[in-house]
């Protein structure tokens, strides 16, 4: 699979990495031996990125990874995590004493005397433009306990305050088919300044897969059940924002541009991938068959015109004036 640098990292990771929210907590039961199956399969198909959060699971998805690491020395993988949603969301809870607590209880969960990368996780907007927030995340890397920062964001305009900053390292930042905003500034700007962007929610929570009817029910612990109208956390989280209804349309819609020989999610995350500025795209797993399924869509260069425009025409159609304003 083709690497390509993290940003200021300097870290070469694939263009396909896992994200491992589902290893954790809020997409149905995931067991241990299942999420591990899911790590060995993304690795055995070229993956070397894994982005997880301490939240996940109150940190079962790093302690997952971190048992994996250490029993698999040998490996070259790149870990990001997250902080910052263990407390309540005001902007006075992100002070230098609570990025030492959470990062510690990180690196024990994930076995690593230093952190490659911990990105702020969607904090409040007003984060973004504190200057005491990046003098603590400098004191961290200067201190040992992290190497690089970055930040997963919401919107756009949390993006582009955090790439004004000389150190951010990454932007992480919900982009797929059906979310295409951060096309228009973000990426343009993350490159321009040497971020790096990790492109999370690739597949709508599951719609870009093509998999699902109007009927499909989720389980009551599963977020795409629970948050649809966004009672739990953003609800551009869960099908990034779009009506359910709408999504499984569009996503017929998206599944007839696809070539064959491609399923609809390799596709998906084919188009993510060719798209300028991105440096590796997070899909979820909860089986090793599907990891293998995403993994391959590295090595697809399915993205034609045909399908770079259909994906403009559905975008225009069915979400730019209802999702475009508001992430």
């Not at 200021?8 to 994200?19: D, H, I, M, N």
Request: hydrophobic fraction near 40%.
């Amino acid at each position: 699979m083709e690497q390509r640098i993290l940003g200021k990292t300097g870290r070469s990771v694939s263009t396909v990495g896992l994200g491992t929210w589902q290893l954790g907590a809020d997409w149905g039961d995931v067991s241990e031996a299942d999420a591990v199956a899911v790590l060995e399969a993304s690795v055995d198909h070229g993956v070397t990125f894994f982005d997880t959060a301490d939240v996940y699971g109150d940190g079962r998805s790093e302690e997952i990874i971190g048992k994996f690491l250490r029993a698999n020395p040998g490996l070259d993988i790149t870990v990001a995590t997250k902080m910052g949603r263990r407390v309540d969301q005001v902007p006075e809870n992100y002070t230098l004493e609570n990025f030492r607590a959470w990062t510690d209880r990180s690196r024990r969960n994930l076995q690593q005397d230093t952190l490659e990368l911990v990105q702020l996780h969607c904090p409040p907007t007003a984060v973004y433009s504190r200057d005491e927030v990046y003098d603590a995340l400098d004191t961290l890397v200067s201190e040992g306990a992290i190497r690089n920062y970055g930040v997963s964001v919401e919107r756009t305009d949390e993006a582009l305050e955090a790439i004004k900053r000389g150190n951010t390292a990454s932007v992480q930042i919900i982009l797929n088919a059906f979310r295409l905003k951060p096309l228009d500034e973000v990426l343009p700007a993350a490159k321009a300044a040497n971020v790096g962007i990790i492109a999370r929610v690739p597949l709508a929570s599951g719609l870009l897969s093509g998999q699902y009817t109007a009927a499909t029910e989720f389980p009551a612990n599963d977020h795409r059940n629970y948050n649809r109208d966004g009672s739990s956390f953003d609800v551009g989280e869960t099908f990034s924002g779009v009506d359910f209804e709408t999504g499984v349309k569009a996503a017929q819609e998206f599944s007839a541009l696809v070539p064959d020989g491609v399923t609809t999610s390799q596709a998906a995350l084919a188009w993510v991938v060719a798209q300028d500025g991105v440096t590796s795209v997070i899909p979820g797993a909860r089986s090793a068959e599907q990891a293998r399924v995403n993994a391959e869509a590295g090595e697809m260069p399915v993205v034609g015109a045909g399908l770079a425009d259909g994906v403009r025409d559905i975008y225009d159609r069915y979400f730019r004036e209802a999702i475009h304003p508001r992430w």
